[in-house]
C-alpha cells in the first residue's frame, strides 16, 4: 500500500485577521495543527508543532510508539517555548497526525481537529474531540444538536503545549485500496456538516486539489467563522498482502493492550520434581480448586456480564466470568459485539474505566455500550 495523492489547503476564514492553522503534508507523515492563545500566540504554537513533526526521524519503533513520540515531542517544543516567552505563556495547539507504514495507517490525536476516513463512499469520524461540548455528549448531558450552538462549543479539554506532557490518543488502520483520509481543523467541522463533507469528496476525489478547496469554500460559504485547513491523502495496494480478506473492515486488533482485550485470568499449571505423594496433593487441591472455580462459573454465567474487547478490536458485552482455564476453556462467551466500535476509537481513560472486570446485569452493560457508541457515532 502506498500514498498515491495528498493535498494540503488552509484558508484564513471570513473572520479571523490570522491563520493560526498549520499542517504537514510529506508523505508518510500528514498532521494538522490548530494555535491557540493571545497575540500571535496560536501562530507560533501550531508553526512549532508543525515543524516539529516536519522534522521528526522515523526510526525502528512500532508506528503507534513512534506517532506517540512524534506529539510528544511537538508538545516538548511548544511548551518550552512557552516557558521561555512570556508574551505566549500558555499558549498551545490541537494535534492530529497520520503516519503511513505499509498497509497501516497510525493516527495520534490530541484536541478537536479531527481524521475521517473515505471508504466506499461512505465517510467515518476515526477521532474523538477533547473538547467540553464532546465530553458533555459522551457524558449524555447534552445532545449532540445541543452541542452545535452551545457557547462554549469551542473550548478544549486536551491540547500540546500547556503541559509538560500530553496524553496523546493512538490507534492503527488497516487500509484497503482507494481509501480517502481527511485530516481537518475544526474550521471545516464546525461550519460543514458530515453529510456534506462526504459528498464533497465523493464528488471530487479524483483531483484532491479541486477536492480540498471545495471543503474550504464550502466552510467560507457558511461563514468562515474560523481558520480552515485540510489535507487529503490516497491510498492504493501494490502487491496483494496474502494475509489480508478482500472485505476486511477497520483493523485495530493490531493495536491492541491488554487493557483492550478481555480482562481474562489464566490459571496455569506448573510442572513439579518433587515427591509422588506432595504432587498428588497438588494436583488434587488444584483439580478441586477448578472444579469449585468451573461450578462458580457455572453459577454466575446467566447473570454476570462485563465489557471487554474481540480479537478483531470491536467492543463487546461477555456473560460469564472473565477466566481462562488451562486447555483454552474459557469461562464467558460474547451475547452482544458492537458491529462499528473499536476499543481503539476509545480513549485510555475510558477504556481502563469499562474493560476492568467488574461484574454487571446484561442490562446495564448494553447500556454502557449502547452509550459509548452513541458517544462515537452520534
Request: glycine share 8%; hydrophobic share 40%.
Amino acid at each position: 500500500m502506498s500514498v498515491i495523492a495528498s493535498s494540503a489547503s488552509t484558508d484564513t476564514g471570513r473572520r479571523r485577521r490570522r491563520n493560526e492553522d498549520a499542517f504537514v503534508c510529506e508523505p508518510p507523515l500528514f498532521a494538522v495543527a490548530d494555535g491557540m492563545g493571545g497575540a500571535q500566540a496560536g501562530e507560533v504554537a501550531s508553526r512549532l508543532a508543525a515543524d516539529s513533526v516536519r522534522e521528526a526521524k522515523l526510526g525502528d519503533l512500532p508506528s503507534p510508539e513512534q506517532t506517540v513520540e512524534i506529539i510528544r515531542e511537538a508538545n516538548r517544543r511548544v511548551y518550552a517555548y512557552s516557558s521561555e516567552n512570556a508574551s505566549t505563556r500558555g499558549m498551545g495547539t490541537t494535534m492530529t497526525v497520520a503516519l503511513v507504514e505499509g498497509s497501516v495507517v497510525t493516527i495520534g490525536h490530541v484536541g478537536d481537529s479531527r481524521a475521517y476516513l473515505l471508504r466506499e463512499d461512505q465517510l467515518t469520524q476515526l477521532t474523538q474531540d477533547h473538547s467540553l461540548v464532546a465530553e458533555l455528549v459522551r457524558s449524555g448531558r447534552l445532545s449532540p444538536k445541543e452541542a452545535e450552538s452551545h457557547p462554549r462549543r469551542s473550548v478544549i479539554t486536551r491540547a500540546l503545549g500547556t503541559e509538560s506532557d500530553v496524553e496523546v490518543d493512538v490507534f492503527s488502520i488497516r487500509a484497503q485500496n482507494g481509501d480517502l483520509f481527511l485530516l481537518c481543523s475544526d474550521g471545516l467541522t464546525s461550519m460543514v456538516s458530515d453529510e456534506e463533507i462526504a459528498k464533497l469528496l465523493v464528488a471530487a476525489r479524483a483531483d484532491l486539489d479541486s477536492a480540498g478547496e471545495k471543503l474550504v469554500a464550502a466552510a467560507n460559504q457558511a461563514g468562515g467563522e474560523d481558520n480552515i485547513t485540510v489535507v487529503l491523502f490516497e491510498l492504493e495496494a501494490g502487491e496483494p498482502e496474502t494475509e489480508e480478506e478482500p472485505d476486511q473492515k477497520l483493523d485495530v486488533a493490531k493495536t491492541l493492550t491488554e487493557a483492550d482485550a478481555v480482562p481474562a485470568l489464566k490459571l496455569a499449571t506448573q510442572s513439579s520434581r518433587g515427591h509422588r505423594p506432595r504432587r498428588a496433593t497438588l494436583i488434587a487441591l488444584a483439580f478441586v480448586f477448578l472444579l469449585a472455580l468451573v461450578g462458580l462459573g457455572v453459577f454466575t454465567v446467566s447473570t454476570a456480564h462485563f465489557i471487554g474487547a474481540e480479537p478483531d478490536g470491536r467492543v463487546a458485552v461477555y456473560q460469564g466470568l472473565p477466566f481462562d482455564l488451562p486447555g483454552g476453556v474459557h469461562l464467558y462467551r460474547p451475547v452482544r459485539v458492537s458491529a462499528r466500535l473499536y476499543a481503539a476509537q476509545l480513549t485510555l481513560s475510558e477504556r481502563r474505566r469499562y474493560f476492568n472486570n467488574d461484574l454487571h446485569s446484561y442490562g446495564d452493560t448494553t447500556r454502557e455500550l449502547s452509550r459509548l457508541e452513541g458517544a462515537v457515532y452520534p
